[in-house]
């Protein structure tokens, strides 16, 4: 049965993009067919992450408005043949995008897709509860710090309120991606431990992803750090959410070094 994902926070600047292509592509790589939707309607950069940026033609709005069909406006990822991107428009905004498109949109997605991860702009205006309104389950991600774990919170309201599942009475699950994280920041008290965020939020740890420069080099060479360089921290990481995000019972653990050691264990598990 398809998923439908929203990867979603408040903040901008956290890592949704390229945890969603990250995400994506590993879950692609163990061969489940995935699409990853942005919605950051006039400032996209999904097809950035993914190295897609020249091969754009038709994207969301086109779909949206008629003026083209879904087939036209999906990307296929060169690298791996299972993964595919629906681009936002660069030169629109927000109000191009109507309720009525987006569920026609999320509709014909699940019949072609198992996983359908929707990148969410920042922020809780239109785009962001458009580009939450039909998920299954959501991936809010924070850093450990106090505005960013604050903000996060408004967005699990939003979706206990404005959600199709919300208003059919129904739980949303939502899971816990802690990106940027230091350890030995956080041991100093530069910033919020993992058990101080989880207490915050209450919500499910998916994963921890590691600050890490393999992130950003991935991110300038327009490649998902899962298909850039696979067997590094962060990588392993992003691989190890999108196991636990199939069902996989794995232990979280927190990156602790540049050499690819995962560190002391975290007692929790994902759900």
């Not at 592509?25 to 992450?49: K, P, W």
């Not at 979706?159 to 009475?169: C, F, M, N, Q, Y």
């Not at 919020?192 to 590691?210: C, H, W």
């Not at 560190?263 to 598990?269: E, I, Q, T, V």
Request: charged share 25%.
């Amino acid at each position: 049965m398809s998923q439908v994902v929203v990867v979603t926070s408040g903040k901008g600047g956290v890592g949704k993009t390229t945890s969603t292509a990250a995400i994506g592509a590993a879950l692609a790589q163990s061969g489940q067919n995935v699409v990853v939707v942005d919605f950051d309607v006039g400032l996209r950069n999904l097809d950035l992450i993914l190295g897609a940026e020249r091969r754009v033609v038709y994207d969301l709005v086109n779909v949206i408005q008629g003026h083209a069909n879904l087939s036209q406006a999906l990307i296929r990822d060169k690298r791996c043949e299972t993964l595919y991107l629906l681009p936002a428009s660069q030169t629109r905004d927000k109000d191009a995008l109507t309720e009525e498109g987006v569920e026609r949109v999320i509709a014909e997605l699940r019949t072609r897709f198992d996983w359908v991860i929707c990148d969410s702009p920042a922020g809780i205006e239109r785009g962001a509860q458009l580009a939450m309104r039909h998920a299954d389950l959501a991936i809010i991600v924070t850093n450990p710090e106090v505005s960013s774990v604050r903000d996060s919170d408004r967005i699990i309201g939003l979706l206990d309120s404005k959600t199709v599942k919300a208003e059919r009475g129904e739980w949303m699950e939502k899971l816990l991606l802690l990106t940027r994280y230091d350890h030995a920041r956080a041991q100093r008290g530069d910033m919020l431990k993992t058990e101080d965020v989880l207490e915050i939020l209450s919500i499910p740890l998916l994963g921890i992803i590691p600050e890490s420069q393999d992130v950003l080099r991935a991110s300038n060479v327009g490649a998902p750090v899962t298909l850039n360089n696979p067997t590094s921290v962060p990588a392993k990481a992003y691989m190890d959410a999108a196991r636990r995000l199939r069902g996989e019972a794995l232990d979280v653990t927190i990156p602790r070094d540049k050499k690819g050691i995962m560190g002391m264990l975290f007692g929790r598990k994902a759900a």
